[in-house]
């Protein structure tokens, strides 16, 4: 049973780009993400309920609140600058980028925190950079020059934020459930991207997001929660070593609905890509 949800993990994680991007067509993504950390709040704090987490709220030492909070503020970053890349550039570009801060988050364990890299993860780095490279490598006209620039600046953006999560979290973070720390940090997101819409002095399009795009809004909010319900559920009853690799082959069911959705096409380099992106990660799980 574990491995269905596995699969419905990596299902939900995939259809989460695709749902966003439905969503930000015309709304500002600033907004929409506001918006939808509100449904993943609800669906964090649900998982806390369920499985019991809340008892040790009170046990949560001063270190490891602060760098959940400092977690908390990079995940936030990494989110706005997310969805502002889905939003100005193709999903097939967007989330190999965003799936790279697996690498960044190796290299900057192995820089900062000294920790060793084994063959498997050395490989799987060169892999998953040479096809996340492969993927976005496409020769923009003129036209699309400044719009392809900012879309790539805003991708490495949420990679690099997402990796600094990861090394916040191994730093500092300890003591804290897993359930618990998520919702703990969303919290932070949630205030952290309204924050975003008033200092931008965006509040005052709330009222102009078409009805079908705040419905795929929070559609994207439920498929994140979802997404999150499988995976823990699956590392609950299945071994760890074969859940992460199947939830991190969710690009696939990105690329399958981005061609399904919106018509993008991989060319035959970006397929050439995926194929090493998926081979460097299933290549960095083996023991």
């Known amino acids: 049973m574990w491995i269905l949800f596995a699969f419905g993990s990596a299902f939900f994680a995939g259809v989460t780009s695709i749902l966003a991007k439905c969503g930000i067509q015309k709304t500002d993504s600033t907004v929409a993400t506001a918006i939808r950390t509100i ?7 649900l998982m806390v309920f369920v499985t019991g987490s809340q008892e040790h709220l009170r046990v949560i030492g001063g270190k490891t609140l602060l760098f959940l909070l400092l ?23 967007v989330v190999p980028i965003d799936k790279s801060s697996t690498v ?3 290299l900057l ?40 620039q900012s879309w790539l600046f805003y991708a490495f953006g949420s990679a690099i934020f997402a990796s600094l999560t990861s090394i916040l979290g191994k730093a500092g973070i300890s003591g804290v459930e897993s359930n ?3 919702a703990i940090r969303t919290g932070v997101v949630l205030l952290m991207a309204w924050a975003m819409v008033f200092v931008t002095q965006k509040r005052q399009m ?13 559609l994207s909010g439920l498929a994140t929660g979802a997404s999150w319900l499988c995976y823990y559920r699956a590392l609950q009853d299945g071994p760890a070593s ?39 990660t299933l290549v960095m799980l083996i023991p």
Do not use: H
Request: aromatic share 10%; hydrophobic share 50%.
């Open 39 to 45: 449904v993943v709040l609800i669906f964090s704090w």
């Open 71 to 93: 977690s908390g503020l990079a995940t936030g970053a990494s989110w706005l600058c997310y969805f502002r890349a889905l939003q100005l550039g193709d999903i097939n570009k």
């Open 104 to 106: 960044l988050s190796i």
């Open 109 to 148: 364990a192995f820089l900062l925190l000294q920790e060793p890299i084994s063959w498997q993860m050395g490989i799987g780095v060169v892999l998953i950079a040479a096809g996340t490279y492969l993927m976005i490598e496409k020769k923009e006209n003129i036209g699309r020059k400044a719009k392809g």
């Open 180 to 182: 618990l720390g998520t």
């Open 206 to 218: 709330l009222r102009f997001i078409p009805k079908k795009e705040f419905g795929f809004i929070c």
């Open 242 to 280: 074969i859940v992460i690799p199947i939830d991190k082959l969710s690009i696939l069911v990105t690329v399958a609905f981005s061609y399904i959705v919106f018509r993008e096409k991989l060319t035959k380099k970006a397929s050439l890509g995926l194929a090493a992106t998926v081979a460097g």
